[in-house]
């Protein structure tokens, strides 16, 4: 993999990576008129429920579902500026303009486009291009878990305009949390109330119960991926490397190599979920795939998470969303309208 950095004209970083010695992309200069990158997002710390927010004013003006001819993710080609200079690339990370993180309570948020064919999706890619979203996803990881301001690094993708996506073009973001995350920080809380009370792991006898079970949807050598037990969305697929890993950068070769295939399968059976009717283009279900991987600890120091992803939809029908209403949004109660043993059934029968 070869990594080629960049300044974009506003003063903000971006990442080529690529698969062999790569282009000369670094040759590609920012032609773009760009004010200074002002960096504003602040975070508030809510007393009563004990969880950081963070507050973006100046995302408001973000660009907002662009026409394909104005995309700001496609490569720059002839005199069309784009975010990215090269007229190609494999896969390049950038700094968001629009970041709700970043201010100087310190964070960074970055976009990661996975391919420059503005018409695909992830689960279209070849499995040596998701291979290479592995490394930059890894390389990412390292670097920003290196960055004193940053406490997580939560890797995901939004895919769907149901799922409030306002750029077609396939990518994911990073959020780099100057904080623990609500989410991680209760389940690091749950893993450590677990060991206490059985010695154990949480994670590991977690996926140890899954194993045999009605719930796997799929499994290779290294990796396993189930709907959890207690699922919370219509359609949830758990994916976690057999062997518990800390983040990205703990995973070895052999759990490299076999991530790519299982990935891409997940993602086409959840496209495969509700067929698209004859001569109608391929169904593309909306999804949010969610990278969860252990906060920054002390030098040497283990820890009780587990790199996974959680991958589910909010379509539990055709034509029919699941909307966060009064008892999960009011409350952060959660009812499910299918039970995680047929959504398990309906994803391992789903269309690859
Ligand atoms: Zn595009």
């Known amino acids: 993999m070869k990594k080629t950095v960049i300044t974009l004209a506003d003063g903000r970083e971006l990442f080529y990576y690529d698969s062999g010695d790569g282009e000369a992309r670094g040759q590609y200069a920012d032609r773009r008129p760009l004010e200074p990158m002002h960096r504003a997002a602040e975070t508030r710390h809510d007393e009563a429920q004990g969880e950081w927010i963070a507050i973006a004013a100046q995302r408001q003006n973000r660009t907002y579902k662009p026409p394909a001819d104005q995309c700001p993710l496609c490569p720059t080609v002839g005199d069309r500026l784009t975010e990215i200079p090269a007229p190609s690339y494999e896969v390049a990370v950038f700094e968001n303009r629009f970041p709700s993180l970043g201010g100087p309570d310190g964070g960074r948020c970055e976009v990661v486009c996975f391919t420059s064919e503005h018409d695909k999706s992830f689960a279209g890619l070849s499995e040596a291009r998701a291979a290479l979203v592995l490394e930059a996803w890894t390389d990412r990881t390292a670097d920003l878990l290196g960055r004193p301001d940053v406490r997580q690094v939560y890797v995901f993708e939004n895919r769907g305009e149901e799922i409030g996506v306002t750029l077609a073009h396939p990518h994911g973001q990073i959020y780099a949390f100057p904080y623990v995350a609500p989410k991680m920080d209760r389940a690091i809380t749950q893993a450590a109330a677990y060991r206490e009370r059985t010695g154990r792991n949480l994670f590991e006898d977690i996926v140890e119960r899954e194993s045999a079970g009605e719930r796997v949807i799929e499994e290779?050598?290294?990796?396993?991926?189930?709907?959890?037990?207690?699922?919370?969305?219509?359609?949830?697929?758990?994916?976690?490397?057999?062997?518990?890993?800390?983040?990205?950068?703990?995973?070895?070769?052999?759990?490299?190599?076999?991530?790519?295939?299982?990935?891409?399968?997940?993602?086409?059976?959840?496209?495969?979920?509700?067929?698209?009717?004859?001569?109608?283009?391929?169904?593309?279900?909306?999804?949010?795939s969610a990278w969860h991987q252990a906060p920054k600890r002390a030098p040497g120091a283990t820890t009780e998470a587990a790199l996974h992803a959680e991958i589910f939809t909010v379509r539990r029908a055709p034509g029919k969303l699941k909307y966060?209403?009064?008892?999960?949004?009011?409350?952060?109660?959660?009812?499910?309208?299918?039970?995680?043993?047929?959504?398990?059934?309906?994803?391992?029968?789903?269309?690859r």
Not at 243 to 271: C, G, N, W
Not at 326 to 349: I, K, N, V
């Open 220 to 288: 290779n050598e290294h990796w396993i991926a189930f709907t959890p037990y207690a699922a919370r969305w219509p359609y949830e697929a758990h994916l976690y490397p057999k062997r518990r890993t800390s983040d990205f950068t703990a995973l070895d070769d052999a759990q490299r190599a076999a991530f790519p295939p299982i990935y891409l399968s997940l993602l086409r059976r959840f496209d495969g979920l509700f067929p698209a009717p004859e001569g109608r283009p391929a169904n593309r279900t909306p999804y949010i």
């Open 324 to 351: 966060l209403a009064g008892a999960e949004s009011g409350m952060g109660a959660f009812a499910s309208d299918t039970t995680p043993e047929q959504a398990a059934l309906a994803l391992r029968s789903a269309g």
